[in-house]
């Protein structure tokens, strides 16, 4: 069939572009405009979808039955969450699934319609895709196991009025065997106590799982993880779950969140509702293989971001195997939509493979970004980068580097990348105080060798992981080789793992830091500012390396340091 733009219009947005039976693109709008979870009509990712299908007849397979525009934004949200106890809010959760609330679905989507047509995609093509329908695409059809049944599982907040489901993916289709009200959503429930630490929602989750470590063991812990687990019960035959009797919606539970945790140290509730998610997950997980009886596992939805979660989901005996979507929250339902429209039609899927998209910087456009600095840089070309990157990190310099086409998602793969001894923990302070400004539990992540992974961390199962959507245990003996790229508390780590099929360049410079060090790992941070997304193109590199304290830059095949470094 012609190619299947696919579009994600709420919180995060993005575009996918799936032809010949292969995801060509796949861009999150953020990077275009420069802020941060950018929401709404993809206006400038969904005109390089256009440019790069460059043909007529090209459908348009959206996220979702309808959006509602204008809800991404931080204050928004954050708003929304703090008042989703009001009468107002809570009479609002009585109108789902009424006829009410299915002429407001219906009014959001001809809105939706008018306003993504005048981005140039054309109206008669648009095919709506249920959002979990689109998760449960994004995991089956790019998976790699596209010969076999699979057991396919979609958790997160919301989306059209679900938050999880179980279907079964076999011979290009996927059929769904059960599935969970938003208003039982453990995902919703997750944020909320995120905004009850002070966090913000859909946003800072990882910040949560990153704390709860810290007292994941002790009675505290223990005694917030079954206040959260007794708000739910499993249906009979495990697939489900739902609130118990008396619980309100968790579209409308704020209040009781903060009673919940009122007068609890902030890290027992982090660590409850942390292993509260484990352990659902896990319970269902358990649950659905043993009702199907497949073992090999294919997840997709927010839910799943949650590395931890999908750590203790490869340490059970049930599953074989498991694949997670990269950045599998609602930015990967635009690919989950365009595969689900091409499997309709009967064409074949690749396994998604590396995710570096778009125009890749050239050196001619590094060249005219930094032109454009004000004398403030001075840069020469390098022909051999690779090498001289690897050897400014082993003599501990903190190096920026942006090469190539942009990884999709929420994790740099080091295309966009900021890179450092693995085993300096001083290079985390560096990196904190030029940059980043991470919260100070928070770890940072290591690129490795995937030739040598097995040195550095244990796998539960053999699962290849180069999208970073894994938590390993780290071996005792290697973590003072990469100890500024594991959790400083348990010492576990979320690598990427890195080929030379995915990526030559990139594993051309942990090759030259291996022939320099004998190690084959760097720590490596996304290459942005802190409340910024990633960088995109050569002037966006050049722009935060300015407002940094950053002070190499590899650009392309440019290497760049500021005046008086």
Sequence with gaps: MSAVI??????????????????????????FTRVKNQGDAPLSAAALALRLADGTGVRIALNGRYMNYGQWQHDR????????????????????????????????ARIRENGLSRLGLDRQQMVPVEHHLAHASAAYHTCPWPDEKVLVLTCDGAGDRLSATVSIGEAGRLTRIAEVSEQDSI??????????LGMAPLEHEYKVMGLAAYS??????????????????????????????????????????????????????????????????????????RETGIRKLACAGGVFMNVKANLALLEISEIEDLYVVPSCGDE???????????????????????????????DAEAEAALECSGGKLRAHYVPNIERLTAQKVAAGKIVARAAGSVEFGARALGNRSILARADSPNAVRIINQMVKNRDFWMPFAPSVLAERADDYYDKPKPVFSPY????????????????????????????????????????????????????????NTSFNLHGEPIVYRAHDAVDVFLRSGLEHMALGHWWVEKLGT
């Design 468 to 523: 970073m959507m894994f938590a390993f245990r780290s071996k005792l003996q290697k973590r003072a080789t990469f100890a500024a790229a594991l959790h400083p508390y348990d010492f576990t780590t979320r690598p990427q793992e890195v080929t030379a099929e995915y990526n030559p360049s990139y594993h051309l410079v942990l090759k030259e830091f291996e022939s320099l060090t004998g190690e084959g790992i760097l720590l």
């Design 216 to 289: 994941s063991g002790g009675s505290g812990a223990l005694k917030a993880e079954r206040m959260f687990t007794e708000l739910f019960e499993m249906t009979r035959h495990g697939l489900a779950w739902r609130r118990r009797n008396g619980v309100p919606p968790m579209y409308a539970a704020y209040d009781l969140v903060k009673r919940l945790v009122a007068g609890q140290r902030f890290d027992w509730i982090a660590a409850g509702v942390q292993r509260f998610i484990e352990q659902m997950l896990v319970s269902w997980a358990r649950a659905a293989v």
């Design 187 to 196: 995902g919703r429930l997750y944020a909320l106590v995120t905004r009850a």
């Design 6 to 31: 696919g579009i994600h219009d709420g919180h995060n947005a993005s575009v996918a572009l799936v032809r010949n039976g292969k995801v060509e693109l796949a861009l999150q709008e953020e990077r």
């Design 77 to 108: 949200i954050l708003r929304d969450y703090e008042r989703c106890s009001a009468l107002g809010s809570r009479l609002k959760q009585t109108l789902k699934e009424s006829a009410a609330d299915r002429w407001y679905q219906a009014r959001k």
């Design 332 to 362: 990967s339902n635009s690919i989950g939509a365009a595969c689900h429209v091409v499997a309709q039609a009967g064409d074949r899927i690749q396994p998604l493979g590396p995710i570096y998209y778009g125009d890749p910087i050239t």
